[in-house]
């Protein structure tokens, strides 16, 4: 699975996380991209894997996970073969950015806002303290902050005002590719509704990448290219946001919309998925939603299904796709 124009290629990406007693199938041959200027959102239920794939892209995974299998190519490079160092000097913030859910605070609470913005842009540029903080000025006014904030600490700011803190901090050294994790859950709807249209508007100006990722699936629209919807640690269905919403293949793609309120249509009823998201550390053989799945068979409890081209750039693992089913 590969696009032309693709910044981002990750290929059967495999990671495991090692507890005490129990080894947790978090991301199971992942295979995505990202093409440049272009809005890859991720959605699944919570436990899917989002932020795992997310943190696996920024290199912020704790020690605990192991990745056992695959590549993520950035521009051509494998950042997996990278060492720290060089990842930190030469993508992280620089090339490739973050940002967080609102719950992380990422912000370090003892230092005014414009010392951290300040001291991100030092790490990796050697400019004047003047040029800096004009840049840091210019940011903050894009995002629709005051600049009286550059004086504030953490604790003093809004959780919407902390969230466009960290779209300024995403944008600083100018990346080419800014995943947000769930950046606006936890805000209330106006709020969510405002950061969302910010970071459309910057996505569309600045022609960056971006990635993501939601549980929440009418948001996706609003900013999506392509979408890839994420069950139990592996991609079910891959395709552009009219594939999705409009022509969608795997089975829980289709449960899922039908699980989410339509604006135009108020009067459907909202049907939830039965049963239950799959343990990780002790996931189904076979199709990881065959136990949810109303279309299953014997092979989707024995075998895992491949992805299957169903259109130009659209792609489903399902083995019921083409039986005339889906
Ligand atoms: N540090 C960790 N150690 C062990 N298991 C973890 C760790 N972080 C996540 N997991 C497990 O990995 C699986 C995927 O979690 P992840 O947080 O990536 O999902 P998610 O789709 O982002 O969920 P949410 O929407 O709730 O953030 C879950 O089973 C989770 O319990």
Redesign the pocket.
């Known amino acids: 699975m590969q696009a032309d124009n693709a910044l981002l290629n990750i290929n059967n990406l495999t990671l495991h996380?090692?507890?005490k007693n129990?080894e947790?199938s978090?991301?199971d041959d992942v295979s995505i991209y990202v093409e440049k200027g272009k809005v890859l959102g991720i959605a699944?239920?919570?436990?899917?894997?989002?932020?795992?794939?997310?943190?696996a892209i920024f290199k912020i995974?704790?020690s605990?996970?192991k990745i056992l299998k695959g590549e993520i190519i950035f521009d051509g490079k494998n950042i997996l073969d990278m060492d720290e160092k060089t990842f930190s000097k030469e993508i992280r913030w620089k090339r490739i950015s973050y940002i967080p859910?609102v719950s992380m605070n990422s912000l370090d609470p003892v230092y005014k806002i414009k010392y951290q913005l300040l001291e991100t842009i030092f790490v990796h540029e050697d400019i004047s303290r003047a040029e800096a903080l004009e840049r840091i000025e210019k940011l903050i006014t894009s995002v629709g902050l005051p600049l009286e904030i550059l004086n504030k600490y953490p604790h003093e700011l809004s959780g919407g005002q902390k969230q466009r803190v960290m779209i300024a901090m995403a944008l600083l050294l100018n990346p080419d590719l800014v995943i947000a994790?769930?950046p606006t859950?936890a805000l209330d709807v106006i709020i969510q509704a405002q950061i969302i249209s910010l970071l459309k508007n910057i996505q569309q100006e600045k022609k960056l990448s971006m990635v993501f990722?939601t549980?929440d699936l009418s948001l996706l629209a609003q900013v999506s290219d392509m979408i890839a919807i994420?069950y139990a640690?592996r991609i079910v269905e891959f395709g552009s946001v009219e594939d999705i919403y409009y022509n969608p293949k795997h089975p829980y793609t289709k449960l899922l919309l039908k699980s989410v309120p339509n604006i135009k249509d108020r009067k459907r009823k909202l049907e939830s998925i039965p049963g239950e998201v799959p343990?990780?550390?002790n996931p189904p053989k076979g199709c990881r939603f065959h136990p949810r799945c109303p279309l299953a068979q014997d092979i989707c409890r024995k075998e895992n299904p491949s992805p299957i081209r169903v259109g130009p750039n659209h792609y489903v693992s399902c083995f019921m796709v083409g039986e005339g089913n889906a």
Request: proline residues 3%; glycine residues 12%.
């Open positions: 996380y090692y507890t129990l947790i978090a991301v699944g239920e919570s436990g899917s894997g989002k932020s795992t794939l997310a943190k995974l704790p605990s996970a859910q994790d769930e859950t990722i549980h994420m640690g343990d990780l550390a």
